[in-house]
């Protein structure tokens, strides 16, 4: 009976280590993805900006696609 404790608290001990591995790798990619978010709509950003300067009347992203 006490070896059967035992290995259930070094699985329990060993779940919690990943669990927190985990946790921080999602924190991790959470961060990343904000971060790339955040540049997507500054580079789409600029680029509306250009197609308006450059003589257009709708940037091409908000532009429907000729199938719709």
Do not use: C, F, Y
Not at 1 to 27: G, I, K, Q
């Amino acid at each position: 009976m006490n070896e059967r404790v035992t290995r259930l608290e070094e699985l329990t001990a060993h779940l919690a280590r990943v669990v927190e591995e985990l946790s921080d790798e999602v924190a991790r990619q959470n961060g990343e993805i904000d971060r790339l978010t955040r540049r997507l709509e500054m580079i789409m950003q600029r680029e509306a900006e250009r197609e308006m300067d450059a003589g257009g009347t709708v940037p091409l992203a908000d532009q429907k696609p000729p199938h719709w």
